[in-house]
Structures are given as structure tokens and as C-alpha cells.
């Protein structure tokens, strides 16, 4: 459900972007403001590209969350309270934590809306040290740095 449910947001994210691209050239002057004279064939191309759309959105969300493991040694108490301080030095706020893990969301509204409310970091704890698990780019800046920073 989760992975469908972010499917639906970066299809309407996508086409949002490129009517506002179109409004822009629109308005700036580039191209006349009849869809005839944006598009080749017209209203007939608008489905090819929220087609086009839809096949980029269904995949994108397999592309852009990863799990990463974060191999550690060290008490875990310790650890916890090391995690808390590096991600609270990234704007990143505590939202929950178990005996199985933490999460974490980003500070601020202008941060949640540029990932789409998609900003949730999950760790989990494991044998070997724990598992991240977000966006892409977030976990691979953020358990390098972790890794890292406990490491030392």
C-alpha cells in the first residue's frame, strides 16, 4: 500500500513540475498559449505524457528507497544517544522510538515539502549493528556519516 501510495504522489509531483514548466514558458513568451502550438498532436499528446508519467511514478518508489546496513560495535545505549545527537546536528527530529528502533522525520516545512512528505529515516536494530531504511540520497549521506561518526 505504501509503495502505491507513493507511486500516486510522484505521478501528481511530476505532472505538477511540468505544467508548471509549460505555464512558465507560457508566460515568459516562448510558445503561444494554445495546446496545439505546445504539442505536435495536441490534447492527444497530453495522455501520452501522463502515460509516460504514470510508467516513471509506478517505478520511481523501487528507485528511490533504499535499506542500508550500518554495521557497528558498541552498547547499544550508547549508540542510541550518539544517533539522536547526529541526526538532531542534520534537522532531523526524533518521531518514535522502541526496543527495535528509531524514526526520524525532518525539521521544518520547506524540508518535508522538497521530499514530499517522504522524509521518514527508519532504523532498526539488528545482530551486526542496525538497518536504515528512506530516500536514497538521505540514507547514503546519513550512513556514511553515521558509520562514521561511530566508528571514532
Do not use: C
Not at 89 to 96: F, N
Not at 100 to 109: C, K, V
Not at 120 to 132: P, V
Amino acid at each position: 500500500m505504501k509503495y502505491t501510495i507513493r507511486a500516486i504522489k510522484y505521478f501528481f509531483y511530476f505532472a505538477f513540475f511540468a505544467t508548471a514548466i509549460i505555464l512558465a514558458l507560457v508566460f515568459i513568451g516562448i510558445v503561444e498559449a494554445d495546446i496545439n502550438a505546445i504539442f505536435e498532436h495536441g490534447y492527444d499528446d497530453l495522455w501520452k505524457i501522463a502515460a509516460f508519467f504514470g510508467v516513471v511514478a509506478a517505478v520511481y518508489p523501487n528507485l528511490a528507497f533504499i535499506t542500508r546496513q550500518v554495521s557497528i560495535d558498541g552498547e547499544r545505549n550508547t549508540i542510541n544517544e550518539d544517533i539522536r545527537t547526529f541526526m538532531r546536528e542534520r534537522r532531523y527530529d526524533l518521531e518514535s522510538e522502541d526496543a527495535e528502533g528509531m524514526t526520524f522525520r525532518i525539521h521544518g516545512i520547506a524540508g518535508k515539502l522538497s521530499k514530499m512528505y517522504e522524509d521518514r529515516i527508519t532504523i532498526r536494530w539488528n545482530a551486526e549493528g542496525f538497518t536504515m531504511e528512506g530516500l536514497r540520497k538521505d540514507i547514503l549521506r546519513l550512513a556514511t556519516g553515521l558509520e562514521t561518526t561511530l566508528q571514532n
